[in-house]
Nanobody, 123 residues
Framework: VQLVESGGGSVQVGGSLTLSCEAS????????MGWFRQASGKEREEVAA?????????VIADSVKGRFTVSRDNRKNTLSLQMNNLKPEDSALYYC?????????????????WGQGTQVTVS
């Protein structure tokens, strides 16, 4: 399993970014996918998850509800995270994750496959 994130960067408060994750090395449409983030000095936390069936939305953290949208394209093997109205507290290293077992898709300590992360800085 290979996961490569992109799209991070520096943005002003209230701005938007779209993160992408390109997946390879496995059957993408059989895995639950998720986005996690880790701010400096804090533990990694779940942001969003989406089940294997395209369009079936999973868990969204309360802190980003209404601002972030997760989606996947099972034809292109990609996962996306649209982030709007960004706040300084959204600054973190964002990770893409792939999990075969849907029941543990949003459980940070249970995730089997991680990308390297992409940095988001909001100021």
């Amino acid at each position: 399993v290979q996961l490569v994130e992109s799209g991070g960067g520096s943005v002003q408060v209230g701005g938007s970014l779209t993160l992408s994750c390109e997946a390879s090395g496995y059957t993408f449409n059989t895995y639950c996918m998720g986005w996690f983030r880790q701010a400096s000095g804090k533990e990694r936390e779940e942001v969003a998850a989406i089940t294997a069936s395209e369009g079936a939305l999973g868990v969204i953290a309360d802190s980003v509800k209404g601002r972030f949208t997760v989606s996947r394209d099972n034809r292109k093997n990609t996962l996306s995270l649209q982030m709007n109205n960004l706040k300084p507290e959204d600054s973190a290293l964002y990770y893409c994750a792939a999990q075969f077992l849907e029941a543990s898709c949003a459980v940070v300590h249970a995730i089997d496959n991680w990308g390297q992360g992409t940095q988001v800085t909001v100021s």
